[in-house]
Nanobody, 124 residues
Framework: QVQLVESGGGLVQPGGSLRLSCAASGSIVSINAMAWYRQAPGKQREFVAHSPSGGSANYAGSVKGRFTLSLESGKNTVYLQMNSLKPEDTAVYYC??????????????????WGQGTQVTVSS
C-alpha cells in the first residue's frame, strides 16, 4: 500500500554533515506525521526526530541542536539534516510515516509504515 524509500546515507568524518531523505509513495490519502529512528549495532532502535504534518518537530536529546527534520508535504518527503556528526551517531537510520491510505476499496487510517533503512557511518 505504502512504500518508504530512504537515501543519503554514507561515510562521513566526525564533525561532518549528511542529509537523509525519505520519500513516501503508494495509496496515500494523507500523511499524519513522519519520523526518523536509528539502530546502532547491538542496540535497540531509538527515536531521533518526529514531526506531525503542519506541526513542529521534536528531537531526542542526543541530537537536539545538531539535527533538523523538515517535512515537504507536497512531495510526501521528509529530510533529516545532520550536522556536527559524532562517531556515536553511527547507525542504520529508518524513516517512519503515519499514513492514511486507501487501497482496494478500504481505508487504512493512521497506520505506521517503515523504510528499509540507510547506513550512516561516522569515522575518521
Amino acid at each position: 500500500q505504502v512504500q518508504l524509500v530512504e537515501s543519503g546515507g554514507g561515510l562521513v568524518q566526525p564533525g561532518g554533515s549528511l542529509r537523509l531523505s525519505c520519500a513516501a509513495s503508494g495509496s496515500i490519502v494523507s500523511i499524519n506525521a513522519m519520523a526518523w529512528y536509528r539502530q546502532a549495532p547491538g542496540k535497540q532502535r531509538e527515536f531521533v526526530a518526529h514531526s506531525p504534518s503542519g506541526g513542529s518537530a521534536n528531537y531526542a536529546g542526543s541530537v537536539k541542536g545538531r539535527f533538523t527534520l523538515s517535512l515537504e508535504s507536497g512531495k510526501n518527503t521528509v529530510y533529516l539534516q545532520m550536522n556536527s556528526l559524532k562517531p556515536e551517531d553511527t547507525a542504520v537510520y529508518y524513516c517512519k510515516a503515519n499514513v492514511n491510505a486507501f487501497s482496494s476499496g478500504r481505508y487504512y487510517n493512521a497506520n505506521d509504515y517503515w523504510g528499509q533503512g540507510t547506513q550512516v557511518t561516522v569515522s575518521s
